[in-house]
């Protein structure tokens, strides 16, 4: 879960680092939504330059 303490193997997660559009993308995810409609939804490209 986000924003928890970390635990010997995991670091916490904090969403304070994330832009406004990054939170976005999140919130997407949380809903379930597939790849493909999140980049449709936000007019975003569906992959990234990594």
């Known amino acids: 879960m986000l924003n928890q303490h970390s635990t010997a193997n995991t670091p916490a997660l904090s969403l304070d680092v994330l832009s406004k559009r990054e939170l976005q993308v999140?919130?997407?995810?949380?809903?379930?939504?597939?790849?493909?409609?999140?980049?449709?939804q936000l007019f975003i490209s569906e992959r990234t330059g990594c």
């Open 26 to 40: 999140v919130h997407k995810i949380l809903e379930g939504l597939p790849n493909k409609t999140i980049a449709a």
